[in-house]
């Protein structure tokens, strides 16, 4: 079986194809040859967009992997049409994405850029940086991660308000509940801007906002003239800003913290990743079974 890799991350496929070699399967780069497109069994890929013109020409694919849990880079409709299997890889990074996660939401929380380098006493300093504290957290999206850090909130005494397909709980009641709003949702159709106008209204005057799921979760316009307003008391972002995004101009802003999508990297996640991605595609591709639902 022939492994086409459209794009990664990493310099060297060594670990690729030591998990290839396993199954006899070869993987090459697409740009070494794009000839083998065509007669690819298995493509594999981070942030090319897999789209149905792409998915046209895979003739002899049986799936399209992604080094990465969230399915947004492929036509899912037009990959169910050509009878390609879409996957991703759950669960490789919870420790780390957690804990990133929750670095940023308490960063902002206890204003530590703020805090960094004052002196005088403790009276002194919280006349100067109010810390109000969080006692509630509404926590959106209940995947692998969602649920990690509402038991982390949980362990440290915050009321954790939960929002999923499968609670009961509506998002606007959470949002105007919480000094600390959390996504961990897929980027879909419905989630696309889930967080505008409207919703930062319903949210709590000064709650924090920390997204470390998909940039597009959020209306950027809206986000930032919360910024602007006072209104949205901090924003945690784990996410490439484009350089035309509203938000880049609170770069610095000690209220905003924007690490650059690296919450799911460890040297120890990365090979995890990489390995799973290529051990699950073939497994895929070797016993054909109805096609997942998006990974989430």
Do not use: K, N
């Amino acid at each position: 079986m022939l492994v086409v890799v459209l794009d990664s991350l990493f310099e060297s496929l060594d670990v690729e194809r030591e998990v290839a070699a396993r199954y006899g399967a070869q993987v090459v780069r697409l740009e070494d040859d794009p000839s083998l497109l065509a007669s690819a069994d298995v493509v594999a890929h981070v942030r090319t967009r897999v789209d149905e013109a792409l998915i046209a020409t895979l003739s002899s694919c049986r799936v399209i992997a992604r080094f990465g849990t969230g399915l947004d880079t492929v036509d899912l409709d037009a990959a169910a049409r050509a009878g390609i299997a879409v996957v991703g890889v759950r669960d490789y990074c919870i420790p780390e994405l957690t804990a990133h996660t929750l670095g940023l939401a308490f960063a902002l929380v206890r204003r530590l850029r703020r805090l960094d380098g004052l002196d005088g006493g403790w009276d002194d300093v919280v006349r100067t940086v109010p810390l109000p504290g969080v006692r509630t957290a509404a926590v959106v999206g209940l995947g692998s991660i969602g649920r990690a850090v509402a038991a982390a909130l949980v362990a440290m005494g915050v009321e954790v308000l939960a929002v999923s397909r499968t609670t009961s709980l509506p998002l606007d009641d959470a949002l105007a509940a919480a000094d600390l709003v959390l996504l961990h949702l897929a980027l879909t159709p419905e989630t696309a801007g889930l967080v505008d106008d409207g919703r930062l209204e319903v949210m709590r005057p000064g709650a924090i906002l920390v997204d470390t799921a998909r940039l597009g979760l959020l209306d950027e316009a809206a986000v930032a003239g919360a910024l602007e307003s006072g209104r949205l008391g901090g924003l945690g972002l784990d996410a490439r800003l484009a350089p035309d995004s509203p938000l880049v101009r609170f770069r610095g802003d000690p209220r905003v913290l924007v690490t650059p999508h690296v919450g799911w990297y460890s040297e120890a996640s990365a090979r995890v990743l990489r390995e799973r991605t290529i051990a699950d595609a073939l497994e895929r591709a070797l016993h054909p079974r109805p096609q997942e639902a998006s990974v989430t």
